[in-house]
């Protein structure tokens, strides 16, 4: 089996294991003592012990594979005057799906009317965190200190300040060569650990969410079971129809061949339902798998993860609209603009960690003037959306890499189109079977 299905394998499992599980601890037909067994020590005990140490194992590799990939690729790009285009180009095509994403979320939940059906309840309640100014959000944008960001995981800034390196290498002349032969080197070493990581991803993924669905079950679907299809139903659209036609008109690639070789990348994030914790595997398939040059690559993709957040403003898009309706407050025009516009710019300032949507969905419900405690109403069946956007999130991030790279010509179509491209990463070239080279 290839990775990819391996993987698909344990996230299937995962999901049948851990539904039975919890039909099991809510059955009355088991002793106390068993089921504190299976709840203490399977469930938060081994479970609870892989899965997180396989997220920690990710988010390991986060920071040094951002830094090193995007001072390999601007330093590369910094002779050319192409890291101007580049930069525009990511940032439109970010910005633009973005705000295509919350408008067809509004589109959808207008027509089908999650909430109007729902009763209000009385005890819901969520505190809402206050908003930094937008200044604030700004200049934090730029790193006083390196060190410490690398130490905070603070993306935008650690992008930044690889961008200024990277820059800085490629004008230094030969100091500048030896430093950027390092760094490749370094790359390599980085890439080397992504690939030993994803041999063991399968149990990960299947501690995950064995883990996630004996504690919450599918029964929480059922309390709200319009409002998060209507959800899903807009993901799928989002992430299955729209990035496909991006894909063939500004690249007239194959979307069929790009979903089939992002399968493992989904699992990934579905199963940790964070961009961010995805990001090294996501950055190896889309070099290795997809045919993207690591010039581009390595800026599109951290930049992505960090900024493009389409699965989260859909789920804003249909939420306010949910909140408004249970609530029975009608949107008007300048309403609908302002949540289009809020959760647009609010992408950007969106950590690529779970549940950080309803963070920024507060900002965009109080924009639109929707009482805040709404979100009380979704909390419940959001951590099983949250997967499926962050899956979405992914998806984008990868389109719009491959547009940018082919448009800028670093881009290897005969990679993108050979199905058995880097099946088995786990594998050095010299290990790997001939079908499979």
Partial sequence: MTLTNRILVAMVGGILLGSLINLLLHSTGISDTFRMLIDEYLVSGLFELVGRVFVASLKLLVVPLVLVSLICGSSSLGDSARMGPIAVKTLGFYLATTAIAVSTALVFAVLVGPGTHVSLQSDASFQASVPPPLIDVLVDIFPSNPVKAMADGKMLQIIVFALLFGYAISH??????????????????VMKMVGILMALAPYGVFALLAKLFATMGIG?????????????AVLLFHGLVVYSLLLRVFAGLSPAMMISKIRSVWAFAFSTASSGATLPVMLRTVERRLGV????????????????????AIMQGVATVFIAQVYGIDLSLTAFITVILTATLASIG??????????????V???????????????GVDRLLDMVRTAVNV????????????????????????PNADVNPDLDEEERPASAA
Avoid: C, W
Wanted: negative net charge; glycine residues 10%.
């Fill in 172 to 189: 230094a002349g030969e100091p500048g060569r030896r430093i950027a032969a390092f760094f490749r080197d370094m790359e390599a070493v």
């Fill in 220 to 232: 929480a679907i059922l309390d709200l079971a319009v409002y998060f299809f209507t959800v899903l």
């Fill in 293 to 312: 040059d690591n010039s581009v690559a390595g800026f599109t993709i951290p930049l992505g993860a960090t900024i493009n957040m389409d699965g989260t």
């Fill in 350 to 363: 969106t950590a690529a960690v779970p549940g950080v949507g309803l963070i920024t969905l507060a900002l």
């Fill in 365 to 379: 419900l109080e924009q639109a003037g929707l009482p805040v405690e709404g979100i009380a109403l979704i909390i």
């Fill in 395 to 418: 998806t984008g991030d990868a389109t719009v890499s491959v547009i940018v790279g082919k448009s800028e010509n670093h881009f290897d179509e005969r990679v993108f189109l050979d």
